[in-house]
């Protein structure tokens, strides 16, 4: 009864408090203003990242609290890089850091998130790995960077994806549950989730900001590596599909215009869906959303998973044609 109640607690808390930031975004000076890139028209509170942090933490210690839930066995590491990716997306959503300054900053926080799993790794290994490797000096050092890279690049994966109403909140939502059909609990995070979306439909009155899209990013990276990523690398590969491909895509898109990687555009997929559906925020989710149930499903089914990954990418050039060939 507790763990059906604890998601919903956690939608009611996110809902309430982000109506109270919605109204406090303007003072605070957390608006999205429409520009060339934004598919909004209209300034929009970017209040949503927090206000599932805030619900989603108030439930959790209320929880652990009244000793409903344990507290989670989770390396102070873990904690550290988590609250240090959410503080900067936030202080990116009040002063528009440009990328190259949040660079450093992740990356060091990467590097933290990414040590207890090094550590997990030397003492457990990989059954998956060429035995020749087992003994190589250059494994754990080449491990080390993977994982930091993994947890730099999913939360950063997320963030250029968030371009669309309620994608990546539903996207989090899609990927948790799958998670949890193997034994990874945020039925916390689950009902922030989805206090988040309530007041995304049918338009959105707050977007996730980059404190959202970040927190969402880590809680994604770290929650595929609680669910057997390590001994299973095509569950990690499969999860965060829907975004790599389509991050891969874009940067090859503009080392083909000659543009900054950093460059921020109107061509990721979402974008894409939704100008072939007349602007159908709808249609646009749903279709994003049945694909990444999809991958989610094919995970452990290595051929089709293959087959889905290669239509999805050719979806992609398709999508692209008309820049690519430039």
Not at 4 to 31: D, H, N
Not at 48 to 69: D, S
Not at 293 to 300: G, Q, T
Request: proline share 6%; hydrophobic share 55%.
């Amino acid at each position: 009864m507790i763990r059906f109640s604890l998601p919903l607690l956690a939608m009611a808390a996110t809902t309430s408090i982000g109506v109270l930031l919605i109204r406090k975004a303007v003072a605070w000076g957390f608006i999205d203003v429409p520009d060339a890139r934004k598919v909004h028209t209209q300034p929009t509170p970017r209040t949503g990242g927090l206000a599932m942090v805030l619900g989603g933490g108030l439930t959790f210690g209320l929880a652990t609290g009244l000793g409903w839930l344990p507290w989670p066995a989770l390396p102070w590491q873990t904690w550290l890089a988590g609250l240090g990716f959410i503080a900067v997306g936030a202080l990116d959503d009040r002063y528009n850091f440009h990328p190259r300054q949040k660079f450093l900053v992740l990356l060091t926080l990467s590097a933290l998130a990414a040590w207890p799993w090094l550590l997990r790794f030397r003492d457990t290994g990989v059954p998956w790995l060429p035995q020749a490797w087992v003994g190589s000096p250059l494994l754990l050092p080449g491990a080390g960077i993977l994982l930091a890279f993994w947890f730099m690049a999913v939360p950063n994966a997320v963030n250029i994806e968030d371009a669309i109403n309620g994608y990546m909140g539903g996207f989090t939502l899609i990927v948790l549950a799958g998670l949890a059909l193997r034994g990874v609990d945020s039925c916390i995070a689950m009902g922030a989730l989805l206090g988040f979306l309530l007041l995304n439909w049918p338009k959105a009155k707050h977007f996730m900001g980059d404190a959202g899209s970040f927190g969402c990013g880590f809680l994604i990276a770290e929650s595929i590596l609680r669910g057997g990523g390590l001994a299973h690398p095509l569950l990690a590969l499969a999860l965060t599909a829907p975004i790599s491909l389509d991050v891969t895509m874009g940067l090859i898109r503009r080392k083909r215009l000659q543009m900054s990687p950093f460059t921020a555009d109107r061509a990721t997929c979402p974008h894409h869906l939704l100008t072939r559906f007349d602007g159908s925020h709808l249609l646009t989710t749903s279709v994003l959303w049945v694909n990444v149930a999809i991958f989610s499903v094919l995970w452990s089914h290595s051929t089709m998973l293959v087959a889905w990954a290669l239509c999805y990418a050719s979806a992609l050039v398709w999508l692209n044609w008309a820049l690519l060939k430039n």
